[in-house]
Nanobody, 126 residues
Framework: QVQLVESGGGSVQAGGSLRLSCAAYGNTYRRNLVGWFRQGPGKEREGVAVIYTNGGRTSYDDSVKGRFTISQDSAKDTVYLQMNSLKPEDTAMYYC????????????????????WGRGTQVTVS
């Protein structure tokens, strides 16, 4: 079993920055792909950024390209999401998710492909 625990959320003004962390516990070798997803008020959950844990290849949604950076510290089994130039529309609950599958690009943002989820951390931008 793998557990994912998010932290680092909070309230910031537009233009500010936050860094989210996603710590993994358990059989982390089964976590080959880790993604950050978010769900704003009244919206569906959407993908933000993903990282292949073996090799570090990353992919981003167009809405965050150039502002958000996903990275990992393998020694700590932790994935980070550095969020800069935050906008009010970035306000959402942010979730970390993982899967043992190496998904192709066209399936990266499908939430049903991820079988391990954290409980989320709230980000509010005003």
């Amino acid at each position: 079993q793998v557990q994912l625990v998010e932290s680092g959320g909070g309230s910031v003004q537009a233009g500010g920055s936050l860094r989210l962390s996603c710590a993994a516990y358990g059989n982390t070798y089964r976590r080959n792909l880790v993604g950050w997803f978010r769900q704003g008020p009244g919206k569906e959950r959407e993908g933000v950024a993903v990282i292949y844990t073996n090799g570090g290849r990353t992919s981003y949604d167009d809405s965050v390209k150039g502002r958000f950076t996903i990275s990992q510290d393998s020694a700590k089994d932790t994935v980070y999401l550095q969020m800069n130039s935050l906008k009010p529309e970035d306000t959402a609950m942010y979730y970390c998710a993982g899967t043992e599958w190496l998904l192709p690009q066209r399936r990266l943002w499908n939430i049903n492909e991820y079988n391990i989820w954290g409980r989320g951390t709230q980000v509010t931008v005003s």
